[in-house]
């Protein structure tokens, strides 16, 4: 039962008494307003944009008398009544959950708003680690702020050198504590992004200018947010009257924690725990209500603020040239300007962008042969030849939008797999079959495959298996019965490839959205999808997607920055 039927029922056994005193015509509305909005990922909702969004549902005569009817409802509290559904506090309409949460989230970050104290001086430690000749200011700026405040938060676009800048900030720590055992912990939302953010780290670790016994100290091993803090079905192994003790927690890809799994984690954590938010806000947000580190951004740009001084912002693109023409498009979406993004992209001349209205199978195939040409090479367990067919599937990927409709991600695969059958490059006769690339699509612990894995079919002796890129880069392979829940993979949404990289990508928009896939095509998306690309972005769509899309920013109402 959804928060929305069970507040109808208890709002229905309120006003049923004495139904003369509730003038259920503006409330009900106003109910319905705030689930939809609620639905879409706002944790809150504004009176003044209540007003605007009912204005043709409610007769003028209504849409009067509606601030008055939130403020004498008793559907509404000020938040003060635990068992009123619905509160209204500085202008925001909530559910009481999410007033809960914003509210505790706020005074959780505010605490942590401390000043680091060391005996030893940071700036010669910060200086050695930062060689001004190999470093850019900015994360050097990132490196201060962290090594001088108990609460920071790093973002920056993709490739823009965050975890290499927080491998040199941990280092740098563990010197200033001067302790024989600093506990540091590493998480991420999701497995694959925790296991993104391990094999980052242990490459960071081993370009460090510092001592073994230094390295020792930074972990390299990175974990959920949910299993870290031991998060079951409806509560937490680790909360305020068990906390996790840790000294140094790292959160990465911070944009796509929710508000209530952000209130779980800060909530797990001692009040002293040092906490570094590493992300990137102009990527796609939580799937779940909230916008937590977009909040965290714009409060902490705020002189009136308390967090004014823990932000850092990296904008230096290790992974594309800032005037290629991958760097000059991801600028113009993220800027919101669609005639410059639209002029790059389709009437300029930049050998790594290409552009089709119509889609091509047969184009987007196309890099797809070099790795199925190496599966077919593969006859044993030699290692050399399984890194080689990874890697040559990790080169090149097709991302889409959504997963259903004509450019989604299950037709797109059907026709991809149809195509390459034709050519004989695959024979899918049955569930797996050699060449199937294939993502996971659940965690398995034992298996230690996360969700958002990739993986490849393979034949090893005479029969099929599943090939993994294991520790050391080095393949494993899994018996394809032991799999967990996984998905054909020439094709993935563009929310699955958050994080991730390729050699090239190309983005496939839908020409005619449904109104149910509208919401989905953002300014983040696009963002996203392009952002994967270091060489060579293809887009696949209209000027009208493109512009739409562009324009289409995604806003989450919330209080956050305003508690902030």
Same mark, same amino acid.
């Given at each position: 039962m959804t928060d929305h039927t069970i507040t109808c029922q208890l709002l229905n056994r309120m006003i049923e008494p004495n139904i003369a005193t509730e003038n259920w015509p503006i409330i009900r509305p106003l109910i319905d307003l705030l689930h939809s909005m609620s639905l879409e990922g706002h944790t809150s909702l504004p009176l003044s944009a209540a007003r605007q969004l009912l204005s043709e549902s409610l007769t003028s005569q209504w849409q009067r008398a #509606?601030? *008055? *009817?939130?403020?004498? %409802?008793?559907? @509404? %509290?000020? &938040?003060q009544n635990p068992h009123c559904p619905i509160v209204f506090d500085n202008g925001y309409l909530y559910w009481q959950r999410y007033h809960h949460l914003e509210v505790t989230i706020a005074e959780s970050l505010l605490s942590r708003v401390n000043p680091l104290e060391f005996e030893k001086? /940071?700036? +010669?430690?910060?200086?050695?680690?930062?060689? +001004?000749?190999?470093? =850019? *200011?900015?994360? @050097?700026?990132?490196?201060? @702020?962290? /090594? %001088?405040?108990?609460l920071s938060i790093i973002v920056g676009g993709p490739g823009t050198g965050k975890t290499t800048t927080v491998a040199k900030i941990l280092a740098s720590l563990v010197e200033l504590y001067d302790r024989t055992s600093l506990d540091i912990l590493m998480l991420a939302p999701t497995g694959k992004a925790a296991a993104r953010l391990a094999e980052s780290m242990r490459h960071q670790i081993d370009q460090l200018d510092v001592s073994n016994d230094v390295k020792a100290q930074i972990p390299t091993e990175a974990k959920t947010i949910h299993r870290a803090i031991g998060l079951g079905r409806h509560k937490a192994r680790f =909360?305020?009257?068990? +906390?996790?003790? /840790?000294? @140094? !927690? !790292?959160?990465? *890809?911070?944009?796509?924690?929710?508000? &209530? #799994?952000?209130?779980? #984690?800060?909530?797990?954590l001692p009040a002293k725990t040092q906490l570094i938010f590493l992300g990137d806000a102009n990527q796609l947000a939580s799937v779940e209500a909230g916008s937590v580190l977009a909040d965290l951004c714009l409060a902490s740009q705020s002189p009136n603020s308390r967090l004014f001084g823990c932000l850092a912002e990296l904008t230096h693109s290790y992974r594309f040239n800032d005037n290629s023409g991958i760097g000059r498009l991801a600028s113009a979406i993220k800027q919101d300007n669609p005639d410059d993004a639209e002029l790059i992209l389709f009437n300029e001349s930049h050998p790594e962008l290409i552009h089709y209205t119509d889609l091509d199978i047969a184009a987007l195939c196309t890099p797809y042969f070099?790795? #199925?040409?190496? !599966?077919?090479?593969?006859?044993t367990d030699a290692p050399q030849p399984l890194i080689e067919a990874l890697s040559h599937f990790s080169q090149w990927r097709i991302l889409a939008a959504t997963r259903d409709g004509d450019a989604g991600v299950h037709a797109l695969t059907e026709r991809i797999e149809a195509y390459l059958a034709e050519r004989q490059s695959i024979v899918p006769s049955s569930e797996h079959y050699r060449g199937r690339p294939l993502m996971v699509l659940e965690n398995d612990y034992n298996q230690n495959l996360f969700n958002g894995d990739i993986g490849i079919i393979v034949e090893v002796d005479g029969r099929l298996m599943a090939c993994f890129e294991g520790e050391n880069n080095q393949p494993r392979l899994v018996l394809p019965s032991r799999l967990p829940k996984v998905e054909t993979a020439y094709v993935m949404t563009i929310h699955k490839s958050q994080g991730s990289e390729f050699e090239g990508c190309a983005v496939v928009l839908p020409d005619a959205p449904t109104e149910a896939q509208k919401s989905l095509l953002t300014r983040e998306l696009l963002f996203t999808g392009l952002t994967r690309a270091k060489k060579r972005f293809v887009y696949v769509g209209t000027k009208k997607s493109l512009r739409y899309s562009i324009m289409n920013k995604t806003q989450r109402f919330s209080g956050l920055t305003a508690r902030l």
């Open positions: #509606l601030d *008055e *009817e939130v403020i004498n %409802s008793r559907a @509404i %509290s000020s &938040g001086s /940071t700036d +010669p430690v910060i200086d050695r680690l930062f060689n +001004p000749n190999n470093a =850019h *200011e900015r994360q @050097i700026d990132a490196a201060r @702020i962290a /090594t %001088s405040q108990q =909360h305020a009257n068990n +906390p996790l003790l /840790t000294d @140094i !927690v !790292v959160v990465d *890809e911070a944009s796509m924690i929710d508000a &209530g #799994l952000m209130l779980k #984690l800060l909530k797990a070099d790795y #199925l040409d190496t !599966v077919a090479s593969i006859v």
